[in-house]
């Protein structure tokens, strides 16, 4: 027979084996896809189903730290500075067609997933798939990939002008010679020949912020409130062969005046519509749609980084304090320096083409 004393003890034991683990903010995974935080204990996003990062030691291969300056928990000397380092760049349209035990063999290289590697193949671009501290480590793991067929190039950090902000577009005027771009800032108007656009850049900017407020007590701090709050913007970066920095077109803030009697009702629709215009009118552009698919491979180079703000204690009654906890991730900046690089790849293409 049981007493009334153990069996509450044990219905204690039960409640807290059933009751879910709960994990502090800095141990939860964000999903390269979303940007939400998932618990650490899962495999695949919570909201969207992508793979999430890998943040044990899994891999047993040679660790692609020693060439790799940005891999997660082995960042080290410049390359700790996204703005530094040298990036390894896979050349466009490979004439080598990886194997399944090279694709392995390259996936395991890179700290990459096996489909991820597959991914950069099937677009047939320049992608950028490591970044290093070093010329030397850039270069070593660059002459790896050459020996095992694949072309690739190292290419410096320095020349991406991330110092000169992306001229943010409201309007677009068309002509059959050309375009007009009306500015943000000041209204200002930037006109262009059509076949001096040489570069598109589709994506899409996240933004995940994560407020908890909790609520100082007796020396204690206790949860109040958490509060999620998640944008999604799909933008457009233009770019000539005259201009070092580019135009970008956000959805939520673009005139569509311009398609005329093909404007639609929602802004997706007319997103689509406006890049299918500027592709067919532009006689030299290049539409480059991948950075979606590519973003968990762009994260082996750019790894994206929450930023946490604490507020000050406030008093909200007798021995009562509050404080609120702000932790933002975006992808802003991973998407800048992809598409700063893609454009300087561009123009190294159109150069060697002659």
């Not at 390359?79 to 996936?107: C, F, K, R």
């Not at 990459?112 to 010329?135: C, H, M, W, Y």
């Not at 020396?219 to 933008?235: C, K, M, N, Q």
């Amino acid at each position: 027979m049981i007493d009334s004393d153990t069996s509450a003890s044990l219905e204690s034991d039960v409640a807290s084996e059933a009751r879910p683990p709960s994990f502090a903010l800095a141990e939860m995974i964000t999903c390269d896809g979303c940007l939400r935080a998932n618990p650490p204990t899962r495999a695949h996003c919570l909201y969207c189903g992508a793979d999430l990062p890998v943040t044990g030691n899994e891999q047993d291969s040679e660790p692609a730290a020693e060439a790799i300056g940005s891999t997660a928990g082995s960042t080290a000397g410049p390359a700790a500075n996204v703005s530094d380092g040298y990036y390894t760049v896979l050349a466009p349209n490979q004439t080598n067609i990886p194997s399944e035990s090279s694709l392995s063999e390259i996936a395991s290289l890179l700290h990459l997933k096996i489909p991820e590697v597959q991914n950069v193949f099937d677009e047939g671009r320049s992608v950028p798939v490591a970044r290093a501290a070093t010329a030397e480590q850039a270069a070593k793991l660059t002459n790896k990939l050459q020996a095992m067929g694949i072309e690739a190039r190292t290419f410096s950090a320095e020349g991406l002008d991330l110092d000169i902000p992306t001229r943010k577009v409201r309007a677009l005027e068309l002509s059959e010679d050309g375009f007009t771009r009306v500015l943000v800032s000041g209204g200002g108007k930037v006109s262009t020949a059509w076949d001096d656009l040489v570069l598109i850049i589709a994506g899409r900017l996240l933004v995940n912020r994560v407020e908890v407020e909790e609520r100082r007590r007796r020396g204690r701090p206790e949860p109040l409130d958490t509060r999620h709050l998640f944008s999604d913007e799909s933008v457009l970066d233009l770019y000539t062969k005259s201009d070092d920095a580019g135009y970008r077109i956000s959805s939520s803030s673009f005139d569509f005046s311009c398609l005329g009697s093909v404007k639609a009702m929602t802004a997706f629709e007319n997103f689509t519509a406006l890049l299918n215009l500027l592709g067919a009118r532009a006689p030299n552009v290049e539409v480059d749609a991948s950075y979606v698919n590519l973003r968990p491979v762009l994260a082996n180079v750019w790894p994206l980084e929450p930023q946490t703000r604490k507020g000050e204690w406030r008093r909200s009654g007798a021995g009562k304090y509050d404080i609120a906890t702000v932790t933002t991730t975006d992808n802003e900046a991973q998407f800048n320096r992809y598409s700063r690089l893609r454009h300087r790849l561009r123009l190294r293409e159109l150069e060697d083409r002659g």
